[in-house]
């Protein structure tokens, strides 16, 4: 098997490169931001054809990383010959990097949830003109489409994905005064800073709902969140004639990696078209994970955490609404980690963000220009809401 791994220093960067060494998997090419010490050590040992790096960087990352050619435009490298291109870049940035390999007829495992959330439309058109394939890397979506293996979509009456609650499912009964060292601390995941911040507003299963809907192709009234503190249960998905299936396992994100790898070959060029997966040897020991302990699921408190309602908001809003909310979210969770924006203030600032979303159809431009003003506007609005502790 012959990898590209797209954001190859972050957390689902540097976990696939975990499953590529243990399954002794090529690596094409990595793409990395500013983390030239870690990308360094990738190098070393998977000795890639070709590396991107942020532009600002590559002076110095051409110096340090001899016998490599390296470049700064990811796209190149999305679109490297692979057998499967792992995008796990975080945010907006990885749109075009997805069209990129799409359009080139490379399967995508997806880890940027921004793509399908902004350009879902947009994203299958890139898959159908040049025949990649995709295959979601989140455990929920990957629990799904596990699913969904064998199923036909038209017979789901609900897709449900699960959520830990995150640290503050109960407590503080004040989240005005969370910090971020607090909101950080996710009680069963391990993830990147952004995606933790997410976690605990919840705005991060909101997110994860759009995705849904666009990597299914079914109504957003369709999808459903059930807090399920535990985490061993990812997804569920309820049929018309009443019946259930689940998909469940350890907290590691490396199963969920090495199904999508596995899985990406055969994927999916059409919503809700799972194809036959042929699985790859067992991952990081996991043969051995104990069956026990007791689950709880719940619905979730959109009082306590308006963000997923407003996520919610977006999608049936439609439009560019879905990006508004990706970018204004991205500002407020910068402003809350550098102390500017209050945990509250997140969600606050996203809604006044949304109430001023002007309509329109997503188009690869709309969808940048949209961004960009969602980010203006949110960085115009973050003294006006400030701290408030």
């Known amino acids: 098997m012959r990898l590209t791994v797209l954001g190859s220093t972050g957390s689902i960067g540097t976990q696939t490169l975990d499953v590529a060494r243990e399954r002794s998997y090529s690596v094409a090419g990595l ?10 050590a990738q190098v070393r ?9 942020d532009a600002s960087r590559l002076q110095d990352a051409r110096a340090r990383l001899s016998g490599v050619r390296v470049i700064a435009d990811v796209n190149e490298v999305a679109a490297l010959p692979a057998d499967v291109t792992v995008n796990a870049m975080s945010g907006l940035i ?4 997805t069209r990129a390999a799409l359009r080139e007829g490379r399967n995508v495992a997806l880890a940027t949830k921004e793509a399908m959330v902004t350009a879902g ?3 299958w058109e890139a898959a159908a003109l040049g025949g990649g394939r995709i295959v979601p890397i989140d455990s929920e979506h990957t629990g799904v489409y596990q699913c969904l293996v064998g199923e036909r979509v038209q017979d789901v009456a609900e897709l449900i994905l699960t959520a830990s609650g995150g640290p503050f499912r109960t407590v503080p009964a004040d989240l005005s005064r969370v910090t971020p060292q607090q909101a950080l601390a996710h009680p069963t995941w391990s ?8 976690s605990a507003t919840l705005l991060n299963k909101g997110l994860e709902v759009l995705e849904c809907a666009s990597l299914y192709g079914v109504p957003l009234s369709q999808v459903r969140v059930a807090v399920h503190p535990q985490s061993i249960v990812h997804a569920l998905i309820r049929f018309r004639d009443g019946s259930l299936k ?4 350890p907290t590691d994100m490396r199963l969920a990696i090495a199904y999508a790898i596995d899985a990406a070959p055969t994927g999916m060029q059409r919503p809700g078209e799972p194809g036959t997966v042929r699985r790859g040897p067992e991952v990081a020991g996991h043969l051995d994970w ?9 619905s979730p408190d959109l009082t306590r955490f308006p963000a997923l309602a407003l996520a ?4 049936e809003t439609g439009g560019l609404a879905p990006s508004a909310l990706n970018a204004a979210d991205e500002v407020a969770v910068e402003a809350f980690l550098e102390g500017r924006l209050s945990f509250t203030g997140i969600p606050a600032l996203i809604e006044r963000v949304l109430d001023e979303t002007p309509a329109g159809t997503p188009s690869w431009e709309s969808v940048t220009q949209t961004d960009a003003w969602a980010r203006r506007r949110a960085r115009e609005i973050v003294p006006e809401l400030g701290v408030r502790l």
Do not use: C, H, Q
């Not at 040992?45 to 790096?53: A, T």
């Not at 993830?191 to 997410?198: A, E, F, L």
């Not at 919610?312 to 999608?315: C, I, K, L």
């Open 121 to 123: 439309l947009l994203i």
């Open 246 to 249: 689940a998909n469940l396992g």
């Open 290 to 298: 104990p069956l026990t302990g007791t689950w709880e699921f719940g």
């Open 191 to 198: 993830m990147g800073r952004k995606v933790s911040i997410d």
């Open 312 to 315: 919610y908001r977006a999608g």
């Open 45 to 53: 040992e998977f000795r890639p054809e070709l590396v991107s790096v």
């Open 31 to 40: 793409a990395a931001g500013r983390n030239l010490e870690s990308l360094e």
């Open 94 to 97: 990885g749109l075009a990097p």
